[in-house]
């Protein structure tokens, strides 16, 4: 049976941006009927960010719940600014911050306990796809948080397929590469829980207004985690369009 998902686009501003920027897009992001749009500033911005007419998301929390850990933030402070949505996994974080597959399935456990959506980010490193383990490789990525968070995880938690080879270098997936590995996912988890056939499941990786429609209209992709375009409000209006 097949099940219509609601589309989204998730800007992922990572460490760029400022207020002006942020005043930009309240004024002229346009969220397309049918579409959850949300935008994912730095922290220092988040205050700013919500109460507006998208949604609002961090880009990290500590897997703690408070305490002695400066500098991080917690899922009950996300939850006092009525942010709704939080990047984990992100391959940056994997890489720059040592963020191993366990660390993360933690952070997606604190996130759900507090009525946070995860935007759960998985994706293989180049040589993966050269060697064809793209499967396995994202496999043990979800099977991870399963293990800790039980099969029903992604029914209140967004998956982000992001390919490392192709973010942020202008070397987008095919349509057909990425749908593959959205269908992978689907399967995967359908075969323990039939309610796989209606999460959310986003393509990430040199998304652009160029590109957007075609690879949102494969049947698996249900919109997409945007990084660099995601700082052009017009560009990113394009991207949300093409979803809506
Ligand atoms: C990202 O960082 O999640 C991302 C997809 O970046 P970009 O769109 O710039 O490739």
Not at 32 to 54: K, M
Not at 59 to 84: F, P, R, W, Y
Request: proline letters at 3%; aromatic letters at 6%; hydrophobic letters at 40%.
């Amino acid at each position: 049976m097949s099940h219509v998902r609601k589309k989204m686009v998730a800007g992922n501003w990572k460490m760029n941006g400022n207020r002006a920027l942020l005043e930009q897009f309240k004024q002229h992001l346009i969220v397309p009927d049918n579409t959850d749009v949300v935008l994912c500033p730095p922290a220092v911005y988040l205050a700013n960010a919500v109460g507006s007419h998208y949604k609002v998301g961090a880009q990290n929390i500590s897997e703690h719940e408070k305490g002695a850990h400066t500098g991080d933030i917690s899922c009950s402070m996300l939850n006092d600014l009525a942010v709704h949505y939080v990047i984990l996994g992100h391959s940056e974080r994997r890489q720059d911050h040592n963020e191993s597959n366990e660390l993360v399935a933690q952070k997606v456990k604190c996130a759900l306990n507090a009525g946070l959506t995860p935007i759960f980010c998985i994706g293989e490193p180049l040589e993966v796809r050269e060697s064809g383990e793209v499967f396995a490789f994202v496999q043990a990525q979800i099977d991870a948080v399963v293990n800790i968070c039980g099969n029903e995880f992604f029914e209140k938690a967004v998956i982000a397929y992001e390919p490392i080879w192709a973010i942020g270098t202008g070397k987008t997936a095919s349509p057909e590469q990425a749908q593959e590995v959205h269908a992978f996912i689907r399967t995967h988890l359908s075969k323990t829980n039939s309610d796989a056939q209606k999460m959310q499941i986003l393509y990430g990786g040199s998304v652009n207004a160029d590109n957007a429609a075609e690879l949102f209209a494969q049947a698996d992709i249900d919109g997409g985690l945007i990084g660099g375009a995601s700082l052009k409000v017009d560009d990113f209006n394009i991207i949300c369009q093409a979803a809506g």
